[in-house]
Every structure is written in C-alpha cells, then in structure tokens.
C-alpha cells in the first residue's frame, strides 16, 4: 500500500511535507491498524493489490468522530467505483465500532477524491479536528453516521 499511496501522491503532485508521504506509518500499516477501533481495507483483483482506506481513532478527534485515513486507489482501480466501495465498508465499520461521524483531510491537488467525498454526504469544515500531525493538508471535512 505504501509504494500505491506514494505513487497517487507523486502522480497529481500532492508529494509534499506535512502529508502521508513522509509520514513513517505509511510503510507500517500493518501495526498502525492493530489500534484499537481502527480498521483498514484493502482491494485486491486476481493477487494484486489496487487500493485501501481505512478509519482511524486519531488523536483529540471529538467524541464519537473517527477519521477516514489513507484512501488511495492504484492508476488502473480508478473510475470503476472502488473508492466508493472502500469507503462504504469505512462507514459500516464506524458504525460498528460506535462512531457517529467520520472527519477527513484532503488537499485541492486531490479534486477527484474531493468530489466523491462531497457526493458520499461530507461537509466542509473552516478548520482541522484532532492532532494527525499532517499540516500540508488545507481541506476539512465531516460526516454524521
């Protein structure tokens, strides 16, 4: 998942400080995601993978408010709905885990994304939630489960 996210990043020019491209945890997913009540998906077609996203509980979110981490699709996974698909299994998992809304960070260089996101019921926000440490990111959004 690591070389996909740096791949997506570097392709639409999003590669920069203060995002998941140099943050260390990108190339451990495995133990980032054995935090309690997080989870992460991955898409595979015929053994190879394509894309994943995940929820995590970051830290000084509010109450009940997990955040949709690292939603990245491979070049060839695009437009076929499988971002869509990820995150519907994000949003059943939240609400199992008991959350009752999910927070986001994006950047404008990812537009795409930014469109299902507002098609998928996300807000924009004036300001960031909770402390992921990821200053390159300036859009915001919420959802409510």
Same mark, same amino acid.
């Given at each position: 998942?690591?070389?996909?996210?740096?791949?997506?990043?570097?392709?639409? *020019?999003?590669?920069?400080?203060?995002?998941?491209? /140099?943050?260390?945890?990108?190339?451990?997913?495995?133990?980032?995601?054995?935090?309690?009540?997080?989870? /992460?998906?991955?898409?595979?077609?015929?053994?190879?993978?394509?894309?994943?996203?995940?929820? /995590?509980?970051?830290?000084?979110?509010?109450?009940?408010?997990?955040?949709?981490?690292?939603?990245?699709?491979?070049?060839?996974?695009?437009?076929?709905?499988?971002?869509?698909?990820?995150?519907?299994?994000?949003?059943?998992?939240? *609400?199992? $885990?008991?959350?009752?809304?999910? /927070?986001?960070?994006?950047?404008?260089?990812?537009?795409?994304?930014?469109?299902?996101?507002? *098609? $998928?019921?996300?807000?924009?926000?004036?300001?960031? $939630?909770?402390?992921?440490?990821?200053?390159?990111?300036?859009?915001?959004?919420?959802?409510?489960?």
């Amino acid at each position: 998942m690591a070389v996909i996210i740096r791949s997506v990043l570097a392709e639409f *020019k999003a590669n920069k400080p203060g995002t998941v491209y /140099y943050d260390p945890t990108t190339d451990d997913l495995f133990t980032l995601f054995q935090t309690a009540n997080a989870a /992460y998906f991955v898409a595979e077609l015929n053994g190879e993978i394509m894309g994943g996203s995940g929820i /995590y509980p970051t830290h000084n979110l509010p109450t009940g408010c997990c955040e949709l981490v690292k939603l990245y699709l491979s070049h060839n996974a695009r437009g076929k709905g499988l971002g869509k698909v990820l995150m519907n299994q994000c949003f059943q998992a939240a *609400k199992q $885990l008991g959350y009752t809304s999910i /927070y986001l960070e994006t950047m404008p260089e990812l537009s795409t994304a930014v469109g299902l996101y507002e *098609k $998928l019921g996300f807000e924009y926000l004036k300001d960031p $939630l909770g402390n992921s440490g990821h200053f390159g990111c300036d859009i915001w959004m919420v959802k409510q489960l």
